[in-house]
């Protein structure tokens, strides 16, 4: 399978503000009663932008200077909770490309890497400063180089801040070398499984 | 230097290092249920790839199930929908499906363990976080997202970081009406909604060892919650015992040499760990959430915290909890009206879980104004209950008895909550608008203190109403 590599991610920020920002918030459990991931996008965040009667509280991710924006700034722990893939799938439909907080949480982590929706991790200072840049200046344009393993904003094309950022060397690798859907790789080892298996007592009825 | 489970049953299941510097791990056994598996059968299709072990998988329905009527088609047409895909799929490929129609649907993480699928020394996989039940066997048992259970079912392997591993030890004897619930709350409480990221947590010590299998699987079940994507503890008699005569438990000559693989597998006594904590089972209490993550929890008699009292990183969210759940700082959490109380989930929704609450409740009734919901986690352990005539002590009490499934741990079936209501619950998560609305509240605690908040009408401590 040929996956694009992803050497950096460019796009507008919106900051999402708070710590331990569970995966029922990012996609309520009630709209995950589908068969297929496509119309995931409008419910991102649902009970946090509209209140019970469906009106928008005007929450970030809505304001008019915000639309458009791909990269999402938040704080720690994001993404706890649910293995649910229907998180990082709402947050991706929703036209989110990258993550930038504090820490992740790891299954959604992984599920956001095989998405190909990196997520970089920065301190809470960082995090802060990053957020705060995008609300005064929606526009400032976030390039996350995954190559230097910089965050560099730019507005009006001189240089408003360079950030470095932390994030697992495979998870990395994968992104930049175009194989973050591990799939292709897994399914040319099946020589060695069925070796693997024939090791295992329980996976070869005892024997 | 020995070595632990975890280490050697990853080394038993790795497949390859991965360019990335992943591992490629073999799964042993796959779980799948109706919500997570969809949308990874559409994938196997548009790839046109073949499941290619249809029998290291077993699927059941228990999310969306309602637990009121099994009345078909359901009222709700996805959900409707979602049924008839997971069956289909099954069928297309081969795939055994404990549905409604065999007697065996339940939680997922219910009816592996009592068929007997989940045993020591596996890996085990499903979508869904609270996978890590199953570790309470000896296996190391995780949730995956639905482009891994595509993995699993074009290729039976996953890639995978390998998990450093934290020794949990738990010594001493529990206090009267403290059960495997306080424990983990009482462990998340400690180590933080975070602390476990990176881990698989080992538990053990001789509080672990003196509980029951049922009681393991709670524990392992919330390790997701402290952040440890895998819980174990070590297989011995009292696991053995638990999973000898079971449908898919080794038969025969078989069983032998399946005991002795797996006591090969358990931790050795000299074993390495990455990091060791203890905990004294007396410094335990009945426990109960007041905030909006599972690690914002305080035993009976305490008060809610102060700004004062938390870590600078966690005052912010001390102050969102405390706005969400309409509570106050420096107040006790006893005596918070309820409105609902739920026992059941992966977490207490066995036969031992509904033993121990009908023992007590006898003679008692559910305060007025208070929906209370008993929901057994599977068909098999509600019709145990009901040939222990566990029912009808429920009923008598005034709580409603269900039909297996998740229930009002998720809303995604019809028992939700209603506008602000206030549910204890035996459940796992108290995220914000879990329970199905979304400014509803839950306090997560153990089903006998749900029982003694059901009666009173109000958090209460189960050791004073009972007398423990």
Redesign the interface.
């Known amino acids: 399978m040929s996956l694009k590599q992803i050497k950096s991610v460019f796009g507008n920020g919106v900051f999402v503000t708070?710590?331990?920002i569970?995966t029922?918030?990012i996609i309520?459990?009630?709209f995950?009663?589908?068969?297929?991931?496509e119309g995931l996008g409008k419910y991102t965040f649902y009970?946090v932008r509209f209140d019970?009667l469906g009106n928008s509280k005007n929450h970030q991710l809505d304001k008019l200077e915000h639309q458009g924006a791909s990269i999402l700034i938040s704080?720690?722990?994001f993404g706890?909770?649910?293995?649910?893939?229907?998180a990082?799938?709402a947050l991706f439909h929703f036209a989110i490309r990258a993550i930038i907080a504090e820490?992740f949480?790891?299954?959604f982590f992984?599920?956001c890497t095989?998405?190909g929706i990196p997520c970089v991790t920065v301190t809470?200072e960082i995090a802060r400063q990053i957020g705060e840049i995008t609300e005064q200046n929606p526009k400032a344009a976030i390039e996350i180089d995954l190559e230097k393993k910089l965050i560099k904003i730019k507005s009006d094309s001189s240089s408003i801040g360079t950030y470095s950022f932390e994030i697992?060397?495979?998870?990395r690798?994968?992104l930049v070398?175009g194989?973050w859907?591990?799939?292709g790789?897994?399914?040319s080892?099946?020589d060695?499984?069925k070796e693997?298996?024939g090791?295992?007592?329980?996976?070869n009825?005892?024997k | 230097m020995g070595q632990n489970l975890f280490n050697k049953v990853w080394n038993l299941h790795s497949v390859k290092t991965l360019a990335s510097g992943q591992t490629q791990l073999f799964i042993g056994l796959h779980l799948i249920h109706e919500v997570t598996s969809p949308q990874a059968f559409g994938m196997i299709r548009s790839l046109d790839l073949k499941v290619i072990h249809p029998e290291r998988t077993f699927a059941t329905v228990d999310h969306i199930i309602p637990t009121d009527t099994r009345q078909r088609p359901f009222k709700d047409f996805l959900a409707e929908e979602m049924i008839v895909a997971i069956k289909d799929n099954c069928e297309q490929y081969g795939i055994k499906y404990f549905g409604v129609e065999t007697g065996q649907q339940g939680i997922v993480h219910i009816i592996g363990p009592e068929m007997g699928l989940t045993q020591p020394g596996m890996t085990i996989a499903c979508g869904d976080s609270h996978t890590s039940t199953h570790g309470a066997f000896g296996a190391i048992a995780f949730g995956i997202g639905t482009s891994q259970v595509r993995d699993i079912l074009a290729t039976q392997t996953i890639a995978m970081n390998k998990l450093k591993v934290r020794r949990i030890n738990v010594n001493g004897k529990l206090k009267p009406g403290v059960y495997a619930k306080d424990i983990t709350l009482h462990i998340i409480r400690i180590l933080g909604v975070k602390g476990g990221i990176g881990y698989a947590y080992e538990y053990g010590g001789s509080t672990i060892e003196a509980l029951s299998m049922e009681e393991r699987m709670t524990l392992c079940n919330m390790s997701i919650e402290g952040g440890a994507r895998v819980g174990y503890v070590n297989p011995d008699q009292i696991t053995f015992d638990y999973l000898e005569g079971r449908e898919y438990a080794p038969k025969g000559a078989d069983w032998e040499k399946a005991i002795s693989y797996w006591k090969s597998i358990a931790s050795d006594k000299d074993a390495e760990y990455d990091d060791i904590v203890n905990i004294k089972a007396e410094d335990i209490a009945p426990t109960v959430t007041w905030g909006i993550n599972p690690g914002q929890a305080i035993g009976i008699d305490e008060n809610i915290p102060t700004l004062e009292q938390v870590e600078e990183s966690e005052k912010e969210t001390l102050i969102e909890a405390l706005e969400y759940m309409k509570l106050i700082s420096s107040q006790p959490i006893q005596g918070t009206k309820i409105n609902v109380a739920f026992i059941g989930s992966c977490t207490n929704g066995r036969i031992s879980d509904f033993e121990e609450v009908a023992k007590y409740v006898k003679g008692f009734k559910v305060a007025p104004g208070v929906r209370a919901l008993v929901v057994p986690g599977s068909m098999s352990v509600k019709v145990e209950a009901e040939k222990r005539g566990l029912h009808k002590v429920f009923e008598e009490a005034g709580f409603e008895w269900r039909e297996a499934g998740c229930s009002m741990c998720l809303a995604m079936n019809p028992d939700k909550l209603k506008g602000d209501e206030i549910c204890a619950s035996s459940s796992n998560r108290n995220f914000k608008g879990r329970q199905g609305s979304p400014t509803g509240r839950t306090l997560l605690m153990s089903p006998l203190m749900v029982a003694a908040a059901a009666i009173k009408g109000e958090v209460t401590d189960a050791r004073k109403v009972f007398n423990l």
């Open positions: 708070g710590n331990d569970d029922d918030r309520p459990a009630r995950m009663k589908c068969v297929t991931f009970d019970e704080g720690s722990n706890c909770g649910s293995s649910r893939e229907h990082p799938q820490s949480a790891e299954i992984g599920n095989t998405l809470h697992p060397e495979n998870a690798i994968s070398n194989e859907d591990s799939l790789e897994l399914l080892n099946q060695t499984v693997l298996v090791k295992l007592p329980y996976a009825n005892w």
